[in-house]
């Protein structure tokens, strides 16, 4: 059944008529990374960002440069734009159609190799490439059979009627565990252009599981004392139109009645703060917030679950969703940097300090991860996860954006020989910031 699964996910994509390298969708776009001081300069780019509705890659901000893409026949006035407000920038790429494609041969490529080497066994799933939805719906199966406190339940339905998969780790309590044991939960591909989320989303639960079949200290300790609650790839129509049409599309695939653009950012569709700062009314802007607070069935799905774990009377304690790229973990608030932060923040950031340190550790990756409150640190953005895991249904103290590998080399074209080592980090991360909460704040 598996290699049937796998031989049918290549079939499909190598004769879409619409596959990203045959439509030359962002030929001549470029990539441009702009280096902002001042804060007049930032609010001239988030004017621009509305008027136009270019793709900003990274929100501006003055902590980190600015990327954005921008459209073929939009370069020349924009870099005029630039020049005459004295906006130092650079051109990170080219052509952005170049990446894609490069991007969509060599995803390809290992799909086809795996295909005549075929899968027959858990063991068999290659973490090292990126995965087509139905394989990554697959793989939950395969997880869920290997292991015997593991189960795959239907987390939800996307718009399209995609099943979304996930998967309940409930592994023996420890002896200091509480009763029931509190839940961690684990989003990723949010965002449907973030590749990366996903993978690096399954080789967390993929090496977790098999290091505890090993009897590794750090994996019994954190599976004896949380449940684990792993949705790894929650938008899954958008992710299944970036492997089909559109390898850049960032947001889900509901259409909106009476305007011609397609999609909300799920990421601005949450009830927390909804429609406020960093949140478009606009339906064709990336960041569309939705016609009203969880209005998206993928979001609908995300708050039904905690509705029902709050209803069982189980207590969620760590919300992470996954995203990329610039490597920030981020905690509340997201909605407003002037809102004064939780009285949980200090615990936040302390936990999101251990996860830091532990990822830059690992591989001493390129720019370092950082931490902070998001919207003070980065930018604000209302409706956004991190704020709902806090603020919201869940009520789980420690919750976080962390945005992946890289920052800007590649964004979200970062090629398969990134998703090991953003993997073996993100799995360092993880285990430092529940061993925080562990030793800290564990109840």
Known sequence: MKFVVLLAA????SSAASFPGKTEHYRGNQLIRITVEYEEDLKWLRNIEEKMNLDFWTDPSTIRPVDVMVPRDFTSEFKRMLNKRELYY?????????DVDNDLAEAMRALQKKARIGIQTLDDFDYSIYHPFDEIQQWATDVANEYSFVTKFKFGETYEGREIGALEIAAPANAMASDPKPVVYFEGGIHAREWISPATVMFFTGKLLEMYNNGDADARRVLGMFD????????????VFTWTDERLWRKARQPNPDFGCVGTDLNRNFDAFWGQNGASPWPCSIVYRGFTPLNNPETT??????QALKAAGRVTKVFIDWHSYSQPILAPWSYSSAAELPAESENQLAAAAAMAAAMNSTNSVAGGYIHGASARLLYEASGASNDYGFASTPAATYTYVVELRDTGEYGFVLPADQILPSGEESYDGGIALLDYVINNDYD
Do not use: M, T, W
């Not at 650079?90 to 170049?98: A, G, I, N, S």
């Not at 684990?228 to 992710?239: E, K, M, T």
């Open 10 to 13: 290549v079939a499909a994509l």
């Open 90 to 98: 650079k051109v990170l790429r080219q052509d952005l159609q170049d």
């Open 228 to 239: 684990l609650h792993i949705v790894p790839s929650l938008n899954g129509d958008g992710y």
């Open 301 to 306: 799905a995300v708050d039904a679950h905690f």
